[in-house]
């Protein structure tokens, strides 16, 4: 423990300290910190890398507003309608939020969570349009045979089959 005589803090300040927390309200409010200093740190600790990645996250913001706005104008509907839905869709969600904090808490927000989310969306949306834009070329069992050579269709079905896998494990822990 420090003492006076390894430390810059004079007796004077202790006892400058002590009349302050006689006084209930800053007695109360000191208790309250005290209470809550794990907290604190989540939230400086929260903070502090908001703040080291704050570019990337801008990047990431402003992309988005880029792909709300393309987007909005691909469906014929203005940015302010799109944005009026969006804010209706976060209201509704409001009623939810017990169940989203659930969400949240486990693994929702972890990078490798938001990289696989990212893969799929994207690819989903890749795939909806080579679909629309090609006819189909799998037109019997000795076409997907042969569609299974393909590099990219063996990524992809490792990733189901770890898909699948991971769905069995966490249904039957559940």
């Known amino acids: 423990m420090a003492t006076f005589t390894d430390s810059s803090v004079r007796p004077d300040d202790i006892e400058r300290l002590v009349d302050k927390l006689t006084d209930p309200v800053t007695a109360e409010y000191a208790l309250g910190i005290v209470e809550n200093l794990e907290a604190l740190y989540i939230l400086t600790v929260s903070l502090n890398e908001f703040l080291k990645r704050g570019d990337e996250i801008v990047s990431s913001l402003s992309e988005g507003v880029s792909e709300l706005r393309s987007t ?9 309608d ?25 693994q929702l927000l972890e990078e490798h969570f938001i990289s696989g989310v ?4 994207k690819s989903l949306a890749q795939a909806h349009q080579n679909t629309k834009a090609v006819k189909t070329q799998t037109k019997g069992i000795g076409s997907l045979l042969r569609s299974i050579k393909d590099p990219e269709v063996q990524r992809g079905l490792d990733f189901v ?14």
């Open 161 to 174: 089959i770890e898909l699948l896998r991971s769905l069995g494990r966490n249904n039957v822990e559940q």
């Open 72 to 80: 909005a104008s691909e469906a014929g509907k203005s940015y302010a």
């Open 118 to 121: 990212t893969v799929v969306t």
């Open 82 to 106: 799109t944005l009026e839905e969006l804010f209706e869709l976060f209201r509704s969600l409001g009623d939810k939020s017990a169940a989203l904090g659930s969400l949240l808490r486990n």
